[in-house]
């Protein structure tokens, strides 16, 4: 079974500029997360999506990110304009349902603001 | 605003010696999760625990949940330098979204 794909696997911009990310999940899983993993800490969650609708996008800083999730499948998530702290990886995990299900990350884009 | 403290934030031993790594919580969690992550790969779950004072083994790593499930330990007999990564304890929010809290993490090294 493939793993949950991403990419680019890495990205460096200058601030301000914009840029995408993509995630493909695992065939049938029909919750999808986008995390935002600063180093030295645990991924926190940014947006949650069950099949095309959003479940939780609370920590979402919405002014510059944005996602979506176009027929619940595959998934981007964008950043305009991006600031210096922006810097991190960014982590896509799927899972078959929402409550206790495993959920099951991809390799992450890491992405680098200077 | 539940969060989960991991510590130590690092821990360097040599091969062969025990570590044990905690996570801790003021809040209830109805589950809590342990995953591993090594550099360029995404975390990778090693167990989920469930039922206060449940007690998993797999391997060499055993995995405890407080009575009160505001807390967990990770155990590690006769470390190995493939053990090294980041550990990372996870709980799920009370929200029943599926929305995990993750602690920041123990990063492990293990010489040879």
């Known amino acids: 079974e493939a793993g949950v794909a991403q990419s680019p696997r890495y990205k460096i911009i200058e601030k301000r500029q914009s840029v995408a990310f993509w995630c493909n999940p695992i065939?049938?899983?029909?919750?999808l997360y986008w995390y935002q993993q600063i180093l030295g800490q645990g991924p926190k969650l940014l947006i949650q999506?069950?099949?095309?609708?959003?479940?939780?996008d609370s920590q979402l800083p919405k002014d510059r990110f944005s996602a979506e999730r176009l027929k619940g499948v595959d998934s981007t998530l964008k950043i305009q304009p991006a600031k210096l702290e922006d810097s991190a990886v960014y982590l896509c995990a799927s899972s078959l349902g929402t409550t206790y299900n495993e959920q099951f990350f991809g390799p992450g884009t890491r992405l680098t603001v200077l | 605003t539940q969060l989960l403290e991991q510590s130590p934030q690092f821990l360097s031993i040599q091969e062969g010696e025990n570590l044990t790594v905690y996570c801790n919580s003021s809040?209830?969690?109805?589950?809590l999760q342990w995953y591993r992550q090594e550099p360029g790969e995404g975390p990778v779950l090693l167990v989920t625990v469930v039922t206060g004072g449940e007690v998993k083994k797999l391997k060499r790593l055993t995995f405890q949940f407080g009575d009160a499930r505001k807390d967990s330990s990770l155990h590690i007999t006769a470390a190995q330098p493939g053990d090294t990564g980041l550990y990372l304890c996870?709980?799920?929010?009370?929200?029943?979204?599926?929305?995990?809290?993750f602690g920041q993490g123990t990063t492990l090294q293990v010489k040879p």
């Open positions: 065939s049938g899983h029909a919750t």
């Open positions: 996870a709980g799920y929010g009370s929200s029943n979204t599926g929305k995990l809290i």
């Open positions: 999506f069950q099949n095309n609708g959003v479940v939780d």
């Open positions: 809040s209830v969690f109805s589950s």
